[in-house]
């Protein structure tokens, strides 16, 4: 049978895992089962405005939460409080408990990036962040950088005075074509040799 959720008040609106918590316990004193919408129902009540989207089914459910106390995080105070990183890695940001978030280059997990989101949500700004945190805390020999940026104003460009940068920002698209190649190559002939250093990492912004 389905149960109502009771007592939802007493949850903190951001702590949702206390309520699952609550809707199962309920659910076995009940020996019953809570029904989606019912859970559905009952974090909407619970969350009010600071939900943004519930989707689910029966064995899900998905939630997003605006958060209303969002504010910028600075690089450079990342840094500064993070004097040294492990070898190849970069910051990324911080996580939900406001720890550096970083990533490491050389975990098969971590070989491909892929930044996504809609317009104007930061995506070349996080990018920039990292590759920026690579450099100024890894050394040039351990890792170099190939920019390519379609954009009619490469916004990669300043990171090419950069000592990591093989050269500038690769934009026309022959060209990219060409350093493509290029990279493909040398992949070959590294493999070939076991050649390791230096880590070559290709960042690659608005190419379609």
């Not at 290029?182 to 493999?191: D, I, P, S, T």
């Amino acid at each position: 049978m389905e149960q109502e959720i009771e007592e939802t008040t007493e949850v903190d609106p951001f702590d949702v895992n206390d309520f699952f918590r609550l809707s199962i316990w309920q659910n076995k004193f009940a020996r019953g089962r809570v029904h989606y919408q019912t859970v559905k129902h009952g974090m909407q009540n619970l969350l009010g405005s600071a939900m943004v989207k519930l989707t689910g089914n029966e064995d899900f459910l998905e939630y997003y939460l605006a958060r209303e106390d969002d504010v910028p995080v600075s690089l450079l105070q990342l840094l500064r409080d993070m004097p040294a990183l492990p070898e190849m890695s970069a910051i990324l940001g911080v996580d939900e408990d406001g720890a550096p978030l970083l990533v490491d280059l050389r975990a098969p997990e971590s070989a491909h990036i892929l930044i996504a989101g809609e317009a104007g949500a930061g995506k070349t700004m996080l990018l920039r962040s990292l590759l920026l945190s690579l450099a100024i805390r890894q050394r040039q020999a351990l890792v170099q950088m190939v920019l390519l940026d379609g954009s009619q104003r490469p916004e990669l460009a300043s990171l090419a005075e950069l000592p990591h940068a093989l050269g500038p920002v690769v934009s026309e698209l022959d060209d990219v074509a060409e350093t493509l190649n290029f990279l493909v190559n040398e992949m070959g002939y590294r493999q070939e040799q076991g050649v390791k250093t230096p880590a070559l990492v290709v960042a690659i912004d608005e190419i379609e």
